[in-house]
């Protein structure tokens, strides 16, 4: 086989790779426009697309403002408002642009899930999949997350992060989840709690989007498949988000209290929204308008409905499922000794229901895990 660099091949270019390729030219090598060196340029990228390697387009970089909790500004902050969301339950929470929304562990290891809407438009929500792909799996302090398309713009900055352990990988949990793989008809679960805060702002159980997970160690196994690790947020670690643009912000505690990730127990939270002050208010708003350099730049000529604001129903009464207070708290009574397993009861261990999958598709024999004799 000869040597790459021996082939010739013909490559033709329509007009919008043209443009492209000469404004990627023009932003990212501008040194090889000195003289005549364009095509010198074009020759190099065209080696780096035909090599099979990708295009050197650097992520987007964002200045990353000092930790808040070594400001000395944060003195001036000023509680707007403050709600502890108990095991089972959501809030959705109004945050106007120019202010902050803390989420706190009061307990630790407890995954908090997490939407978010414009607040004047509802269509216009968390893109997780838009932040994943810009910021990595974990997104941290220094990061924006980003808004769904066709506005596709920063809607929070990541300011705040102790934690350091946020997931963009699983989706929530939902009934169907434990129905039909658990075999539990009733449990508490990340969509269903959803879907009952944000009912107070007229948004139905369609409206829930992919959640980003906040205090949920993830991470990706030796065949590139994601798992969960146990939770190892403490008491007091927070996250801090700052609004961009005016939003409704709806943090839950999710309900999984079969995993380790919330340490096999459901903990409340507590969900504080903050006026920032002096020098740090004047350098988060330097940040907004950073943000709307990214504005998305037109939206292909099609009239958006305009009736999408989000506002509170003044009549809305809380109804989560299964939030019964006995079935989420520690019952002392129920507690009963639990024998150490033995081989005997490893080998008497159920296997997974297979799935019934449609197309001919099959699952993977499910491992039985077994001890030496
Ligand atoms: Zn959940």
């Known amino acids: 086989m000869p040597e790459l660099s021996s082939i010739e091949i013909d490559v033709s270019f329509n007009n919008q790779q043209i ?28 080696a780096h697309a035909l090599t099979g390697d990708v295009l050197p387009i650097s992520a987007p970089t964002f200045r990353d403002p000092k930790p808040t909790e070594t400001s000395s500004d944060d003195a001036v902050r000023t509680l707007v408002a403050e709600h502890v969301i108990q095991p089972g339950h959501g809030k959705a929470i109004e ?3 120019g202010h902050i929304l803390r989420i706190e562990q009061l307990v630790g290891a407890q995954c908090v899930d997490f939407n978010c809407f414009n607040l004047h438009d509802y269509k216009e929500r968390l893109h997780v999949g838009r932040t994943r792909s810009i910021h990595g799996f974990h997104p941290t302090r220094g990061h924006f997350l980003w808004s769904s398309v066709p506005r596709e713009r920063p809607m929070l900055y990541f300011l705040t992060d102790t ?19 658990f075999g539990i008809e009733k449990h508490t679960n990340c ?54 643009f005016d939003v409704l912000a709806v943090p839950n505690v999710c309900g999984d209290d079969l995993a380790h990730y919330n340490n096999f127990s459901l903990k409340p939270v507590k969900a504080s929204v903050l006026a920032p002050g002096g020098a740090e208010a004047a350098h988060l708003r ?40 006995g079935d ?41 895990v077994t001890t030496p004799p």
């Open 19 to 46: 443009a492209f390729i000469d404004t990627f030219v023009k932003k990212n090598h501008a040194h090889f426009l000195e003289g005549d060196g364009c095509p010198e340029a074009w020759q190099a990228l065209l």
């Open 163 to 181: 934690a350091n352990c946020h997931d963009t990988l699983y989706p929530y949990c939902s009934a169907g989840l434990y129905r039909n793989f």
């Open 95 to 97: 945050v106007p642009v």
């Open 286 to 325: 330097s940040l907004e308008g950073e943000a709307r350099t990214y504005s998305s730049p037109h939206l292909v000529g099609q009239p958006l409905k305009s009736d999408r604001a989000l506002s509170k129903d003044p009549d809305y009464q809380p109804g989560f499922p299964h939030a019964h207070h």
């Open 328 to 368: 989420l708290h520690p019952q002392p009574d129920a507690v009963r000794p639990i024998p150490a397993p033995t081989a005997g009861h490893l080998r008497q261990r159920p296997q997974c229901r297979p799935a019934v999958l449609p197309h001919g598709l099959d699952l993977p024999a499910p491992v039985l």
């Open 191 to 244: 969509h269903e709690i959803q879907a009952e805060a944000q009912r107070e702002y007229g948004l139905t159980p369609d409206d829930v989007h992919e959640s980003f997970n906040l205090f949920m160690p993830t991470d990706i196994d030796t065949n590139g498949n994601p798992y969960i690790k146990r939770g190892t947020a403490v008491a007091g670690d927070h996250v801090e988000f700052y609004a961009l």
